[in-house]
């Protein structure tokens, strides 16, 4: 069975595509909005890792229009939500027989609902997974500990293929750098160099 996995070349994204490889031939597809070119970075790790990888491409507006609810809101929670939610959707109406991302049980941003779910298999007739939906930060920590060799540092310094790269872009094109820091917290991300 086929199955396509939203991937940013980090290390939930990548460890989900680990936990399915031996029940479904997966496929890495990333979101991307025509911003920039940070999926590159994801194609390698993709490689790194043994699977085969495509770009996802998603409607430049979606991008635009959380951009705008992210500056209105002053964080990126609703934003990065939206952008998740239309990237599925896209994913959904690919020929896969399941779909997947790698959302965690402790997650805030971005969740599926059961309701979300079950809505996306019943209207596009596919399976969707989370197959580290009952997994928290430190059991998936200790996975890819065991598994994963990963750089972590600043969000900005991090070259990732995730929403947050092509919305930071959007803004920092539209409103200048500075209001980066306005509306997206510091944290650090994760990109994965290799599989063990």
């Known amino acids: 069975m086929e199955l396509g996995l939203l991937y940013s070349g980090g290390k939930d994204s990548t460890l989900a595509a680990l936990l399915l490889e031996d029940f479904y031939d997966v496929t890495l597809l990333t979101a991307h909005f025509g ?87 019943d209207r596009h007739d596919v399976d969707y997974i989370a197959p580290l939906s009952g997994f928290g930060r430190s059991a998936v920590d200790a996975l890819v500990e065991a ?10 310094e991090i070259d990732r293929a995730d929403y947050e790269a092509e919305l930071r872009s959007i803004i920092a094109a539209e409103d200048g750098p500075e209001a980066i820091a306005e509306c997206f917290p510091d944290h650090h991300q994760t990109y994965v160099t290799d599989v063990r």
Do not use: M, Y
């Open 35 to 121: 911003v920039s070119d940070d999926w590159k970075h994801a194609r390698e790790t993709a490689d790194a890792a043994g699977f085969d990888f495509e770009r996802l491409e998603c409607d430049p507006d979606v991008a635009r229009e959380a951009a705008d609810r992210i500056r209105e809101d002053g964080f990126p929670r609703n934003g990065i939500q939206l952008v998740h939610t239309h990237a599925l959707e896209q994913l959904a109406d690919r020929s896969f027989d399941a779909i997947a991302d790698g959302t965690r049980r402790d997650d805030r941003v971005p969740t599926v609902s059961r309701a979300q779910a079950q809505s996306l298999e």
């Open 147 to 156: 598994r994963l060799d990963v750089t972590v540092g600043p969000s900005e």
